[in-house]
């Protein structure tokens, strides 16, 4: 080119000196392309064999009663609300009482009469006895005295049985707590009517919460027996701890096909409630190859899930994928990496090259 721009020069032309120009331009114009601008990156990390996988579960109380009235009666008086802490034996409700307190007198009354009958014929007994020993009587009407007073006796019980049959009768329309807890729920309000079996309040002990997790047959098999489970409240500032205990249900549910893996929080464990989201880690062998990559890589775009990776050309290229669970700072990749490469930090800088 430089030969020719000299040729053109010499000959002194208008039109060589255009020449040489165009000559110049194409050939900063056909230069090598500059290179993209160095972007942050990460490689993707592999681990394999026994690991550590998360499944969501949720809060459950070990003890929680849905307190129901034993006989039917309007609600009368409501001493409790959502929320409320109750003592074992405290009352929440009453129901309407009256013709059962009505039916426990009366029960009190022929009590009191059956009472007045034994007397009166243990003392007319204790009399034939005396005449008798003395042979004024006969030994047939000793033992018509005697039958009265067993008789009498045995009224006198029957009617005692009775009476506190009807005192309990009029106690179940009295509704108590059944132990220290909270009262999580109350299904009723003041004159609505209480039926045998139909549940008025839920009460719970916050001090026995468990968390239970639904976990796939096919990883139930390859739990680690012995190894240590951890369970995570996202809604305390607990962290994650270790369950006091831990159980694995025998059933399998037909539905979902899972089992129910129960474990048990740290008595009185602070900010736990009922309904809870909650995590469970669990340890998993024989998991194969796992691939993460740092969350902060991973692109959202309305329905689509990518991260930017890095070519072997140098530049970055957007790509989809499928993740699974969260890991501190990374996330598991399923689909769409391998473990040789590179993903980009930047998603937006990337973006901007793209």
Not at 271 to 283: K, S
Not at 319 to 337: A, C, F, H, K, M
Request: hydrophobic share 50%.
């Amino acid at each position: 080119m430089h030969a020719l721009a000299q040729t053109l020069i010499r000959r002194g032309t208008c039109r060589g000196i255009v020449a040489v120009a165009l000559l110049a331009l194409a050939a900063s114009a056909g230069g090598a392309p500059a290179a993209p601008a160095a972007l942050p990156t990460a490689a993707v990390v592999s681990s394999g064999g026994a690991d550590v996988s998360a499944f969501d579960g949720v809060v459950q109380a070990v003890r929680q009663t849905a307190v129901a009235a034993q006989v039917a009666g309007a609600v009368v008086a409501l001493d409790v609300k959502a929320g409320d802490t109750v003592n074992a034996g405290q009352v929440l409700l009453r129901l309407d009482a009256r013709a059962a307190e009505q039916t426990a007198a009366a029960g009190a009354a022929q009590v009191l009469a059956a009472r007045a009958t034994q007397e009166a014929a243990t003392r007319d007994f204790e009399r034939q006895q005396q005449l008798f020993q003395q042979n004024y009587i006969s030994k047939a009407a000793l033992e018509r005295a005697e039958a009265q007073y067993k008789a009498s006796q045995a009224e006198a019980a029957a009617q005692l049985a009775s009476a506190g049959a009807a005192r309990t009768q009029s106690g179940f329309y009295v509704v108590k707590a059944p132990y220290d807890g909270v009262v999580s729920d109350v299904a009723v309000v003041l004159g609505d009517m209480a039926m045998p079996g139909r549940s008025l309040l839920t009460v719970y002990d916050p001090r026995s919460l468990r968390v239970s997790v639904a976990v796939p047959q096919t990883v139930a098999a390859r739990l680690k027996a012995g190894a240590a489970m951890q369970v995570e409240l996202p809604g305390t500032t607990a962290g994650r701890i270790t369950p006091a205990k831990t159980q694995l249900l025998p059933t399998v549910d037909p539905a979902t096909h899972t089992l129910e893996l129960r474990l048990d929080l740290p008595v009185g464990m602070a900010g736990a409630t009922p309904g809870m989201f909650a995590r469970a880690w669990l340890p998993v062998s024989g998991s194969g190859t796992r691939l993460y990559v740092p969350a902060r890589a991973v692109v959202r775009r309305a329905e689509l899930t990518a991260v930017y990776v890095l070519g072997s050309d140098g530049r970055a290229l957007l790509r989809q994928v499928r993740l699974g669970p969260v890991s501190g700072d990374n996330v598991e990749v399923l689909t769409g990496l391998s473990a040789a490469e590179r993903v980009v930090l930047d998603p937006q800088a990337a973006a901007r090259l793209d």
